[in-house]
């Protein structure tokens, strides 16, 4: 017997599956080609079960014939309708805010000076250790409500700003929290190894040690990603390499912050280790890209990040057009290189600083975030049978929709089929 329809959203102008016909739609899309097939349907509908799950979708005839009398019906009028947006790369849980750097930068300071000063993250480990469970659950709760205005289902949280065992679990158990209470899917990420701290450079291997030790507990309290800051002047790749060994033997799966600055062999390493993804790669080489497609990892760019560090963007277009990688896009929120929960930003940005297409920005911030962590099987696709995470935005067009950028286009938010914004 066909289930009833809870639910249909109808009356859609245009509805991008990001689901391929033929192809696993679990997996993500590797290349420029791919990553334009949208699987685009015009003046359609979607029905949606009591269960959340997607009944069906395509033409408004077929699926208006899912109704019964209880059925709700939600007029889209003719608005752009896709899968919820992933976020696969943020720093949701941080005490305070950096506003007291951008001059010094404007100065010509650079992030890494400031950071190896004492400042930057640094500062930042210094107001999460002295903020209680609480401060920093209502700033992380206020940024979840803010991105998901935006359209974002799905998100990665790190730790990061403790570097002791103990604030990296107060980081991440206010992240597990707001997981419990958000509507919004949670990736919960531990970053211990985000920077070195100055009174420990002395002891540095004691400090790594350390810091790998920290990797069992974290996994056990249910992080489920370990990442690394693997950049010169911070962690070296054979330290990644160590670090990010043990962190797999603890169960724990693998990102990381690779080659931003520096071209240090950071996607060389993202590739032998199996991780699931690197990310930034603003300085990776072509042959550490061929590396990543080779071994599937995906890259994450962060346009968001470039932008604010004024840094020349990332290689989008050899990663899409030569090295036929699967690109996704995050926004890196955090309050010193990404200041900003604004995911339609992040987008925009993608489309005028990476230079990507409509279609490969979609996808980017769909179907291959949702693979960036793991989750192909769960979100970034619409299909009978997944879960209806969606966003209606006002206007049809995908492409003013990037363009006319700065504005919140998003009409309505749907997480298992319940509308949340
Ligand atoms: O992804 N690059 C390292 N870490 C963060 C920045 C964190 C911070 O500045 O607080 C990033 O940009
Ligand atoms: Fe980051």
């Not at 003046?43 to 979708?57: H, N, S």
């Not at 604030?167 to 997981?179: I, P, S, Y």
């Not at 985000?194 to 069992?216: C, K, N, Q, T, Y």
């Not at 890196?332 to 230079?355: K, V």
């Amino acid at each position: 017997m066909t289930q009833r329809a809870q639910t249909i959203i109808h009356h859609i102008g245009l509805l991008w599956t990001m689901a391929g016909a033929h192809a696993d739609d679990t997996i993500a899309r590797c290349g420029r080609d791919a990553m334009r097939e949208v699987d685009a349907h015009t003046e359609a509908a979607i029905a949606i079960g009591e269960d959340g799950r997607i009944l069906g979708l395509g033409s408004e005839r077929e699926v208006l014939a899912m109704a019964d009398e209880h059925t709700v019906l939600v007029d889209a009028q003719g608005g752009f309708l896709c899968p919820g947006l992933v976020d696969p790369h943020t720093h949701l849980v941080h005490g305070g805010s950096r506003e007291q750097e951008l001059p010094m930068r404007l100065a010509g300071a650079g992030y890494l000076d400031i950071l190896r000063a004492g400042g930057g993250i640094l500062s930042t480990v210094r107001e999460t250790a002295r903020r209680s469970e609480d401060d920093l659950l209502a700033q992380a709760a206020q940024s979840v409500r803010r991105m998901l205005s935006f359209g974002v289902t799905t998100l990665e949280a790190k730790t990061g700003y403790g570097m002791t065992q103990e604030v990296e679990q107060k980081q991440l158990q206010v992240a597990l929290r707001l997981a419990g209470e958000s509507p919004v899917g949670f990736v919960h990420t531990a970053l211990p190894a985000h920077a070195v701290l100055p009174e420990r450079l002395g002891d540095r291997d004691r400090f790594i040690e350390e810091i790998a030790s920290m990797w069992p507990a974290l996994y056990a309290q249910g992080a489920e990603f370990a990442d690394a800051f693997v950049e010169e002047g911070v962690f070296s790749v054979d330290e990644g390499r160590y670090l990010l060994s043990r962190a797999q033997a603890a169960g724990l799966k693998v990102k990381l912050h690779a080659d931003e600055m520096v071209a240090g062999g950071g996607a060389q390493l993202a590739a032998e280790l199996g991780a699931v993804s690197a990310d930034h790669l603003l300085a990776a080489t072509d042959e550490g890209l061929a590396a990543m497609a080779k071994a599937g990892v995906v890259a994450v760019c962060l346009p968001g990040t470039s932008f604010y560090l004024q840094k020349t963007p990332a290689r989008a277009r050899h990663m899409l057009d030569e090295a036929g990688l699967a690109v996704a896009i995050a926004s890196d929120y955090n309050p010193g290189s990404s200041p900003s929960e604004n995911f339609g930003l992040t987008m925009s940005l993608a489309l005028l600083t990476l230079r990507m297409s409509p279609e490969e920005v979609f996808m980017a911030a769909t179907r291959n975030a949702a693979c960036a962590i793991d989750r192909g099987d769960r979100a970034g696709v619409l299909a009978p049978g997944r879960s209806a995470d969606l966003v209606l935005f006002g206007p049809r067009e995908p492409a003013y929709i990037l363009t006319h950028y700065g504005i919140n286009h998003v009409a309505q938010v749907f997480i298992a089929g319940r509308r949340v914004a």
